[in-house]
């Protein structure tokens, strides 16, 4: 079973940035972020295939960036020019089959998870 533990979670103002960290066990051929606010399903934001393609949710184009350090076995999730709408608590994922742009609007073929971390914006 692969292991995600998520960090680097916490409080910006708008405008700001974060980074967020995954540390996984092992990566599987596409690794991803989603985020969730209470009331709502879980959205995606990026993922990241094993070929090195990256695939971002159209609103955060421009203004987060996924990474992955296979040495520290570390996905990064980058966010910059945070907005209060990006406030969420955000999960690490991954499933072992290439990501298209229609899985981001699929969490659920997403087997592993990490714990979550929350992000605030404001």
């Known amino acids: 079973h692969v292991q995600l533990v998520e960090c680097g979670g916490g409080w910006a103002e708008a405008g700001g940035s974060l980074r967020l960290s995954c540390v996984v066990s092992?990566?599987?051929?596409?690794m991803g972020w989603f985020r969730q606010v209470p009331g709502k399903s879980r959205e995606g934001v990026a993922v990241i295939n094993v070929n090195g393609r990256k695939i971002y949710v159209g609103s955060v184009k421009g203004r987060f960036t996924i990474s992955k350090d296979a040495e520290n076995n570390t996905l990064y999730l980058q966010m910059d020019s945070l907005r209060p709408e990006d406030t969420a608590t955000y999960y690490c994922?991954?499933?072992?089959?290439?990501?298209?742009?229609?899985?981001?609007?699929?969490?659920?073929?997403?087997?592993?998870w990490g714990q979550g971390t929350q992000v605030t914006v404001s």
């Open positions: 994922a991954g499933r072992g089959a290439v990501c298209s742009d229609y899985s981001l609007s699929r969490a659920d073929v997403f087997p592993h």
């Open positions: 092992e990566f599987t051929d596409c």
